[in-house]
């Protein structure tokens, strides 16, 4: 989430415990990476295990269980980190563009938790959990004809992977010649993408309108990226354009900053919202888990508190939603905590 590496999100863009979280560490913290702050890092929260806080009211225990949930972010905090193919602009012909939002058009949020799933628990190689997703969809049926090679880039995580090989089955199949090279995080894939050295990269919408932002305007530059989508598209359409950049359709798939819960948690208090989860545990039981940022971003702690006026009793270190954030609901320690809205964790059994 960000620098978010690959993704660089939210404190930047871990290793790669779990496939995705490499990628939200970007975009969440991609408002990080924007330069969002709310305070220094010596702040509380920065280090050591637990923040105490003067909440009133009851609050809601952490409930241990084996299955997670993400609550619906239904006032909009977490920017909009929907997939988009991002395409050197010399290769962009309306044909590569509309075989490349084929794959966009197929994918939604749930589908790419599944694909995650196959990936990250099943360990099914990314190259063919994206040949069986392309078959059981038809995604080689009505392709519009190309030719010529085509490169497309992915980042070092198996989503991004899997975005990439789904690119090449499409597009070889409407007559290109295409390979898919795995290059690491965004600042070493974005440079080799605008000098055509790639020419097709999966991105994340809101995560690449900060990178480019900054590159543009400066690492203080005013964040352009929005939680509507479509705002978010024509600021990244704009800076895309300074740097030789295209850009397809996003997909409704997203892989954004989220909070989660149990789902045993989620039925004891009967909540499915953050704002159902603000009404009914703000106050001294409910302890929110996250990355040591958490309590200075503004997606994380202090959105939480400004946008849906929740209050913690505890803030727990743990990390951007990687196994420590999973474990940590999963085992009862927290009651809500930072996850990716594609974890492949989501998907249940």
Request: charged letters at 20%; proline letters at 4%; glycine letters at 10%.
């Amino acid at each position: 989430m960000a620098t978010r590496l690959s993704r660089s999100r939210l404190v930047g863009t871990a290793g790669r415990p779990h496939a995705t979280s490499t990628r939200v560490v970007l975009g969440i913290l991609a408002g990080l990476s924007a330069g969002i702050l709310v305070a220094g890092c010596g702040q509380a929260g920065s280090s050591g295990t637990k923040t105490e806080s003067k909440a009133s009211g009851a609050g809601c225990a952490p409930v241990a269980g084996d299955k997670l949930v993400v609550l619906k972010d239904d006032k909009h905090l977490q920017n909009s980190d929907n997939i988009v193919p991002a395409v050197n602009a010399k290769v962009a012909t309306p044909a590569l563009l509309a075989n490349l939002d084929k794959v966009s058009a197929a994918l939604d949020t749930p589908k790419l938790i599944q694909l995650n799933k196959q990936a990250d628990v099943d360990r099914v190689a990314p190259a063919k959990v994206a040949a069986d997703f392309a078959k059981a969809n038809n995604l080689t049926a009505g392709v519009q004809k190309g030719s010529g090679s085509i490169t497309v880039g992915a980042a070092n995580f198996s989503e991004s992977q899997t975005l990439g090989y789904l690119y090449q089955t499409v597009l070889q199949a409407a007559g290109y010649k295409v390979t898919v090279r795995t290059i690491g995080n965004r600042e070493l894939y974005e440079p080799s993408l605008e000098k055509g050295e790639i020419q097709v990269v999966p991105e994340y919408a809101a995560t690449l309108t900060e990178f480019l932002n900054q590159k543009a305007n400066g690492k203080n530059a005013k964040p352009k990226a929005s939680p509507n989508i479509d705002t978010t598209m024509t600021a990244l359409t704009a800076l895309g354009a300074k740097y030789g950049l295209k850009f397809g359709k996003p997909s409704a798939a997203a892989d954004e900053n989220a909070f989660g819960v149990t789902t045993a948690f989620a039925d004891k208090y009967k909540v499915t919202t953050l704002s159902e989860f603000a009404a009914k545990c703000s106050g001294k039981a409910t302890v929110l888990g996250g990355p040591p940022e958490c309590p200075q971003r503004a997606f994380c702690q202090p959105g939480l508190e400004k946008t849906y006026g929740i209050t913690f009793g505890k803030f727990t270190q743990l990390d951007a939603g990687g196994a420590q954030s999973k474990n940590g609901l999963k085992t009862g320690k927290v009651s809500l905590s930072l996850l990716l809205s594609s974890d492949a964790a989501l998907a249940g059994s």
